[in-house]
T-cell receptor, first 116, second 118 residues
Framework: KNQVEQSPQSLIILEGKNCTLQ??????????LRWYKQDTGRGPVSLTI?????NTKSNGRYTATLDADTKQSSLHITASQLSDSASYIC???????????????FGQGTILTVHP | DTGVSQDPRHKITKRGQNVTFRCDPI?????LYWYRQTLGQGPEFLTY????????KSRLLSDRFSAERPKGSFSTLEIQRTEQGDSAMYLC????????????????FGEGSWLTVV
């Protein structure tokens, strides 16, 4: 069974601080790994996309890393802002060939709260 | 706004009634996806289309669920004889992907359609 596990489940930090969110996956082989940000009651918004050959990808204050050997990814947020408060979801797209490209597997998300 | 559009945004229905959600993808996107999300959980795959062809359907979808994309543009998701367990947010997403290439393009999500079955 394909799984994506995220940690911690929730995290509280002060504005301006950095934080790192973790993602472990068992989807194999996989096509790419994505991080999404989801505000409460809204649809997910894409932050980064990494293929299995990429080790790191940045998008502003967001930096994602990928270790395909250990099947681990992380999302680092620098200089956090109040607007970063959201759920951050790790998503894996399998590479099972044929028609499976569309079947994304989502983690349960890490709820980040940034306090002033 | 040229993003993924979903309608209605909120729907309250009585158990046993049928409901239909509509999704308008980003123009020229050939892939369209449906996911379901309950509180505190990540989205779960339901089904997806490449143009008008439904390529995969989750085992989560019972016979009460049906999705269509008749002209390869907008899509509808119908739930017949709704049950309380169907209460969730139904997310639609779209992307442009070459059929045989490893998919690495951004998948854009709509704001979701909230369903409450009472």
């Amino acid at each position: 069974k394909n799984q994506v596990e995220q940690s911690p489940q929730s995290l509280i930090i002060l504005e301006g601080k950095n934080c790192t969110l973790q993602c472990n996956y068992t989807v194999s082989p996989f096509s790419n790994l994505r991080w999404y940000k989801q505000d409460t009651g809204r649809g997910p918004v894409s932050l980064t996309i990494m293929t299995f050959s990429e080790n790191t990808k940045s998008n502003g204050r967001y930096t994602a890393t990928l270790d395909a050997d250990t099947k681990q990814s992380s999302l680092h947020i620098t200089a956090s802002q109040l607007s970063d408060s959201a759920s951050y979801i790790c998503v894996v797209m399998p590479n099972a060939g044929g028609t499976s490209y569309g079947k994304l597997t989502f983690g349960q998300g890490t709820i980040l709260t940034v306090h002033p | 706004d040229t993003g993924v559009s979903q309608d209605p945004r909120h729907k309250i229905t009585k158990r046993g009634q049928n409901v239909t959600f509509r999704c308008d993808p980003i123009s020229e996107h050939n892939r369209l996806y449906w996911y379901r999300q309950t509180l505190g959980q990540g989205p779960e795959f339901l089904t997806y289309f490449q143009n008008e062809a439904q390529l995969e359907k989750s085992r989560l979808l019972s016979d009460r669920f049906s999705a269509e994309r008749p002209k390869g543009s907008f899509s509808t998701l119908e739930i017949q004889r709704t049950e309380q367990g169907d209460s969730a947010m139904y997310l639609c997403a779209s992307s442009y992907e070459a059929r045989t290439a490893l998919s690495g393009n951004t998948i854009y999500f709509g704001e979701g359609s909230w369903l409450t079955v009472v």
